[in-house]
Structure formats: structure tokens, C-alpha cells
T-cell receptor, first 115, second 111 residues
Framework: GAVVSQHPSWVICKSGTSVKIECRSL??????MFWYRQFPKQSLMLMAT?????????EQGVEKDKFLINHASLTLSTLTVTSAHPEDSSFYIC???????????FGPGTRLTVT | DAKTTQPPSMDCAEGRAANLPCNHS???????VYWYRQIHSQGPQYIIH???NNETNEMASLIITEDRKSSTLILPHATLRDTAVYYC????????????FGKGTKLSVKP
């Protein structure tokens, strides 16, 4: 099946700094990618939809100036958490839709800890 | 909001079939039912999906009721490695729609 990778798999950063997470579709092109966030013992919450070459669409309650999404190519989307705070500590997961048959594949996730 | 309802947890004996139910009474005619699972601290893994017919693949079978208001995921011979949270999802927005996750069912396979 199609493979989606994320880098880094985990990261620890200090409060106030910015962190960039990469999401790559390794063996297919993805016009659309999604970013999710998952807090401990909770389900995945959709943060934003990323379309190649256009601005991301953010879900209600997600600050677009804090969570910067760039989808510059058909195989790469990045999520930058700006001015991170401890409450941003979470498991961030991306997914990508393979164009035809439009199945959605998930990355392994990135564990962010803000100290 | 998720359009599905699942029991929060289930147990299954190793080697036995695991039957995971899901209610989706408000599903629309062109919306697919998807099943994913998430093993602890990993990304969700696709299992199977269907529209109205029953489906089977190497991982599982999906039984959808005739009125499409509910479905059951069947793992025919559960192993300890099948212990995970299983999510039943109704995909909205067509073929490129996103997946809205509910709370899922925590399946514990016991020896």
C-alpha cells in the first residue's frame, strides 16, 4: 500500500520556539493532505486540510497563524507550530489522499513535547 | 461531528472472531463506511471500506445492513497484535472528503 512518512517522529522544544513537522507521500502524489492532532486518551481531531498550491483550510478553533501549513509540492506538506507552549504538546498526525482511488493513508505521527 | 456510534471497549479471546459493531443511522446514500485501527502511539491503519455490499479482504470482513444504518467489522481470528482502537467512520464530502474520527472501540485481545 501507499506510504506516508513524517519527520521527526518525536521532538522536544522549549516554550516560545517554533517547530516544523514534515509529511511526505513516498510513492504517490497527493493533491490533498490533512493534519490531525491527538491528545492522550482522545481521538484524532482534524486541524486543517492542505491542498497543493493553495492556502490550507483550517477547522473551527484552530489558529491559522499559530499552525502554519505549507503544501508546496505534491509529495510534501509541512506543519509549523509557532511560539509553541506546553498546551501544544500532542501527537500530530498527517494523512494524504492518493489520487485515484482516493484512499487516505496516514503517517506514523510526530510526538511534540513543549517544555 | 462523527456520524457513528461505537461501544467504548470490547474483549475478545485470542483465536476467536472479533465482531465490532457500529451504528451510523444518519448515513447518506452515497457515503462510504470506513474502518481504521490505531495501535498505541502509531498512525491509523486502513482496514476496509464499503458502500452497501459486504466486503472482505485479507484483514477483515465488513457486513453492512440492508438499510445501511449499521455495520459490523469482523476479524476472523483475532491475535494479540489486533489489540487496538478501532474507528468506524462515515466519509463525507465525496471521494476526497476527510475522515472525522469518533471515539472508537478499544479492542483487547486476551490470551
Amino acid at each position: 500500500g501507499a506510504v506516508v512518512s513524517q519527520h521527526p517522529s518525536w521532538v522536544i522544544c522549549k516554550s516560545g520556539t517554533s517547530v516544523k513537522i514534515e509529511c511526505r507521500s513516498l510513492d504517490f502524489q497527493a493533491t490533498t493532505m490533512f493534519w490531525y492532532r491527538q491528545f492522550p486518551k482522545q481521538s484524532l481531531m482534524l486541524m486543517a486540510t492542505s491542498n497543493e498550491g493553495s492556502k490550507a483550510t483550517y477547522e473551527q478553533g484552530v489558529e491559522k497563524d499559530k499552525f502554519l501549513i505549507n503544501h508546496a509540492s505534491l509529495t510534501l506538506s509541512t506543519l509549523t507550530v509557532t511560539s509553541a507552549h506546553p498546551e501544544d504538546s500532542s501527537f500530530y498526525i498527517c494523512s494524504a489522499i492518493q489520487d485515484s482511488p482516493y484512499e487516505q493513508y496516514f503517517g506514523p505521527g510526530t510526538r511534540l513535547t513543549v517544555t | 461531528d462523527a456520524k457513528t456510534t461505537q461501544p467504548p471497549s470490547m474483549d475478545c479471546a485470542e483465536g476467536r472472531a472479533a465482531n465490532l459493531p457500529c451504528n451510523h443511522s444518519t448515513i447518506s446514500g452515497n457515503e462510504y463506511v470506513y474502518w481504521y485501527r490505531q495501535i498505541h502511539s502509531q498512525g491509523p491503519q486502513y482496514i476496509i471500506h464499503g458502500l452497501k455490499n459486504n466486503e472482505t479482504n485479507e484483514m477483515a470482513s465488513l457486513i453492512i445492513t440492508e438499510d445501511r444504518k449499521s455495520s459490523t467489522l469482523i476479524l476472523p481470528h483475532a491475535t494479540l497484535r489486533d489489540t487496538a482502537v478501532y474507528y468506524c467512520i462515515v466519509r463525507v464530502g465525496g471521494s476526497q472528503g476527510n475522515l472525522i474520527f469518533g471515539k472508537g472501540t478499544k479492542l483487547s485481545v486476551k490470551p
